[in-house]
């Protein structure tokens, strides 16, 4: 076995693990934690099979942006742990379903192989071929529709995990558009109606009685 394979199956372990670690892990944030760390040992097997950019890219885009912010915003979210474990139990039965459907498509793929129009075929590629630089042509001239609604997702993404961490709280300080808009001149403004007085004049001093 060469340092390649035993690198792979180190990858493929920590991977393993760290996926594991992710649904079961009490803690939220020590979940995103671990999908972190699987994230990390995938962009390690991206490099092992030569696909540099992907590999790049799953580590500046997921773990450097897209992870971040999850881990902040299941910091701020506040969840709480006593809560029935978020009604595991209750939504156990459909998650097992799907996942045994998952399992035999899965299972199915392998049993029956992929079609020979699938296979790869190997092609002749000069010296001074660059993949980064294929991939990026493809990605703004052919696919930069789908790149672009891909942006709009991500935030819309932003915008509701701001809006879930400005939820009704004690210290909240979120304004209702809908209340601003309805608002009247006479709920803030009150007119009073009241008699007009005329200052009085003030008394003029009295005279002091000079001694005799």
Do not use: C
Not at 83 to 107: C, K, M, S, T, Y
């Amino acid at each position: 076995m060469d340092y390649q394979t035993g690198f792979f199956y180190l990858f493929a372990a920590i991977l393993l693990f760290a996926a594991y670690r992710v649904v079961t892990a009490s803690n939220p944030v020590h979940a995103v934690l671990y999908l972190m760390l699987s994230f990390s040992q995938a962009s390690a097997l991206w490099l092992l099979l030569k696909a540099e950019f992907l590999g790049l890219t799953l580590v500046l885009v997921y773990l450097g942006a897209v992870m971040v912010l999850f881990l902040f915003v299941v910091m701020m979210l506040d969840v709480r742990l006593d809560d029935d474990r978020w009604g595991f139990w209750q939504n156990f039965p459909l998650a097992a379903v799907l996942g045994a459907l998952v399992a035999v498509e899965i299972i199915a793929v392998f049993w029956v192989g992929f079609p020979k129009v699938m296979a790869p075929i190997a092609a002749v590629l000069p010296a001074d071929y660059a993949n980064t630089k294929e991939l990026g042509r493809l990605l703004y001239t052919e696919y930069l529709y789908p790149i672009e609604v891909a942006a709009v997702i991500l935030l819309v993404a932003m915008v509701a995990a701001i809006a879930l961490t400005l939820r009704q709280r004690k210290d909240s300080k979120a304004i209702d558009p809908g209340k601003q808009v309805r608002v009247r001149a006479t709920d803030r403004l009150v007119v009073l109606p009241m008699k007009a007085t005329q200052k009085a004049a003030p008394a003029a001093p009295a005279e002091e009685e000079k001694p005799a």
